[in-house]
T-cell receptor, first 116, second 113 residues
């Protein structure tokens, strides 16, 4: 069965410093991976996805993610954090089943707190 | 503007009542989904639909029902059989084919009073 783990409930970083939000996955077959961000009482916004190709994926708002097949990881990164990046971040993997439905399996989320 | 609209934003339900959450999209997406979000648990899939007049149970379908009579609409009914309905409910849609991202509505917060 497919699964996603976000090992940190919360990540704290100072504004201007680089940030990393961790995600590991377990899938049978090729992994299709996504990152979403959620601001309080709002829906999820898509940041980026990995399907195939270059291991470094660039997304919205200056975020990028590095796919590492050997470590089964897909960590979210940003070179310089902003206070406005403070939010809840979700990693997700596409649920690959026989019906090819496009369902997503989500991690439990990581709260990013960027302090000025 | 293209997008997904959920209504209402806040909903209060009395014990024993059924309530219906609305989800409408104008993205011309084939697939639609309902997720439930509880603190610290991520998102869990309730129901999904890949095409009009067809839908499938997700991981936590008990106590919920859906319909898909139009491509644009995928309402969710929380029935009295759902014993713990207080949660944040998110509707999403996607192209349904290929590896495309899902687009989410702004959510409905349901509280039992």
């Amino acid at each position: 069965a497919q699964s996603v783990a976000q090992p940190e409930d919360q990540v704290n970083v100072a504004e201007g410093n680089p940030l990393t939000v961790k995600c590991t996955y377990s899938v049978s077959g090729n992994p299709y991976l996504f990152w979403y961000v959620q601001y309080p009482n709002r829906g999820l916004q898509f940041l980026l996805k990995y399907i195939t190709g270059d291991n470094l994926v660039k997304g919205s708002y200056g975020f990028e993610a590095e796919f590492n097949k050997s470590q089964t990881s897909f960590h979210l990164k940003k070179p310089s954090a902003l206070v406005s990046d403070s939010a809840l971040y979700f990693c997700a993997v596409r649920d690959v089943d026989s019906s090819n439905t496009g369902k997503l399996i989500f991690g439990q989320g990581t709260t990013l707190q960027v302090k000025p | 503007d293209g997008g997904i609209t959920q209504s209402p934003k806040y909903l209060f339900r009395k014990e024993g009542q059924n309530v219906t959450l609305s989800c409408e999209q104008n993205l011309n997406h084939d697939a639609m989904y309902w997720y439930r979000q509880d603190p610290g648990q991520g998102l869990r899939l309730i129901y999904y639909s890949q095409i009009v007049n067809d839908f499938q149970k997700g991981d936590i379908a008990e106590g919920y029902s859906v319909s898909r009579e139009k491509k644009e609409s995928f309402p969710l009914t929380v029935t009295s059989a759902q014993k713990n309905p207080t949660a944040f409910y998110l509707c999403a849609s996607s192209m349904g084919t290929g590896v495309t991202e899902a687009f989410f509505g702004q959510g409905t917060r349901l509280t039992v009073v």
